[in-house]
């Protein structure tokens, strides 16, 4: 079978799952603490076991694959909000999250008091301290640059501040939860807290518009291609192939 069919299958896939990394971008872009996902995209040779390919068939078997996303970790937009609960992290930090599947870590810090009086986030997760889960009772809530949590003039804890290092990889957990790989966690020191705030998704709607376009065009191109493939390949197979035999 002709290879360009090949390459037009593969360019088709990898452009339909950029499209969907695209979407969610834009779909969160009022998110508070949401970070954008770049599509990665990588060139895979084909090969024919040991025999070397001559340059004309390098260029017909190279085919275009997404390898993956890769986390935007500019920061984003602090916005006041006047909510006492409502903390974003200036710098690379993160906020850390216990849920049920695990530790994950998060920048939207829209949090809130469970009626036990647990500091929890907005999907119902228990914010982590750097002693555990944080217990808030009383009135005024006062937050420092550094985590720690003050109710009603005592102190309730302080959050547990983490950052990574360049070269780990954050991966999505769903919404604004991210994982990591166990171990790389650091302790936060050079990330600060600004109480009623929240950081705004670090989205582009402007660029993942545009993005958006390119990706839809390029969709459309390789199910043209596709077509034209595919009719010249049912003509083969009703004329030419019976006349061969």
């Not at 799952?17 to 998110?31: C, D, P, R, Y």
């Not at 060139?43 to 935007?72: C, H, I």
Request: glycine share 10%; net charge negative; with cysteine.
């Amino acid at each position: 079978m002709n290879s360009g069919y090949y390459a037009a299958c593969t360019g088709l896939m990898s452009r339909t799952q950029a499209l969907e990394t695209i979407a969610n971008n834009l779909a969160n872009v009022s998110t508070a603490g949401f970070r954008a996902s770049h599509n990665v995209f990588s060139s895979v040779l084909a090969t024919t076991g040991d025999s070397p390919l001559s340059d004309l068939n390098k260029d017909e078997n190279d085919f275009g694959v997404l390898s993956g996303t890769q986390l935007d970790n500019s920061q984003g937009a602090l916005v006041p909000t006047g909510n006492d609960l409502d903390l974003a992290m200036e710098g690379p930090g993160y906020f850390a999250v216990q849920t049920a599947a695990g530790p994950v870590y998060t920048r939207g810090g829209n949090f809130r008091v469970s009626p036990q009086g647990q500091l929890i986030t907005a999907a119902g997760d228990p914010v982590i301290g750097e002693n555990g889960p944080i217990m808030i009772l009383g009135q005024p809530i006062s937050i420092s640059a550094d985590g720690t949590i003050s109710a009603n003039g005592a102190i309730s804890g302080r959050l547990k501040l983490v950052e990574f290092a360049p070269a780990v990889e954050l991966q999505s957990a769903g919404g604004t939860y991210y994982t990591a790989p166990t171990g790389t966690a650091t302790a936060g020191k050079t990330s600060q807290v600004r109480q009623g705030m929240l950081e705004s998704s670090n989205v582009n709607p402007v660029t993942s518009v545009v993005e958006l376009i390119s990706a839809q065009r390029e969709v459309e191109t390789m199910r043209r291609v596709l077509t034209m493939f595919s009719t010249e390949l049912d003509k083969t197979a009703t004329q030419d192939l019976p006349r061969v035999s």
